[in-house]
């Protein structure tokens, strides 16, 4: 599933196509059936909260979320034909985004962005409460494995990030929220602003050196840190990888 370093990227890079210009809505698959509501509309931006995008035109937003399947593709001009399943098409002078298999594409009023958002946690790449982060955190009734998947408590983290950022706390998935220091619980956060900024600003998750894809445990044999075999365990219904000898 995507995490929110890809939707962050996506907001910025489609705000820099979109926004200022009246975009032509279609939907090729015929699926998104509202997309002539906004057809012709100038765009004001994009914006990303957690694993949300809102394309926004006025009081007028298009929700996408991409789930597990979903994707964008953009097209510089001149454009291909719509290709597969493509949904939604936006599409400006200067070339197109094109979005497919999402979980979400609707069009939502200014209320029900309001309310979309109030339900998610802090976003690291949005919030400036740490306090509050921090706070949730520790609050949380359940283990940190289950709690950093929880888009309630924290909004944007998804399954790669849950085991990379655990390793670098040096945390156990299965330790209790309320076992956490505030030390512990803040540096979790810390690390997940970074590794998420790092992210969005590569296109991918680059948790060893900031460069490249490697990871410290999650979907390794061994871990990276000291070559121990990593041990799993399915923690809120998704696999989570982990360092026996480094974690506690
Ligand atoms: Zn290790």
């Not at 399947?69 to 493509?86: I, M």
């Not at 979309?116 to 919030?127: C, E, H, N, Y």
Request: glycine share 10%; with cysteine.
């Amino acid at each position: 599933m995507p995490e929110g370093h890809v939707l962050h990227r996506a907001a910025i890079a489609h705000t820099a196509l979109l926004a200022g210009h009246a975009v032509t809505v279609t939907s090729p698959q015929g699926k998104f059936v509202d997309a002539p509501l906004l057809d012709g509309g100038v765009c004001d931006g994009v914006t990303a909260y957690g694993k949300h995008v809102f394309y926004n035109f006025g009081d007028r937003h298009v929700h996408v979320h991409l789930g597990l399947r979903g994707f964008f593709v953009e097209h510089a001009v001149p454009l291909p034909e719509p290709a597969g399943w493509v949904r939604m098409r936006l599409a400006v002078p200067a070339g197109a985004v094109d979005l497919l298999a999402p979980m979400k594409c609707e069009v939502f009023d200014d209320g029900q962005v309001a309310s979309t958002v109030a339900k998610l946690g802090p976003d690291p790449l949005v919030s400036e409460d740490e306090d509050e982060a921090v706070r949730r955190l520790r609050a949380y009734r359940g283990p940190v494995g289950v709690a950093l998947l929880d888009q309630a408590m924290w909004a944007g983290l998804g399954n790669a990030f849950r085991s990379e950022l655990l390793y670098l706390a040096r945390v156990l998935p299965g330790t209790p929220c309320a076992h956490l220091s505030d030390e512990q619980a803040r540096g979790l956060w810390r690390s997940a602003q970074e590794q998420l900024m790092i992210g969005a600003r590569l296109g991918f998750i680059a948790t060893v050196d900031g460069v490249t894809d490697a990871k410290w445990v999650y979907k390794q044999e061994t871990c990276r840190g000291c070559a121990t075999p990593i041990e799993t365990a399915t923690i809120a219904a998704r696999l989570v990888h982990w360092c026996p000898a480094e974690q506690s």
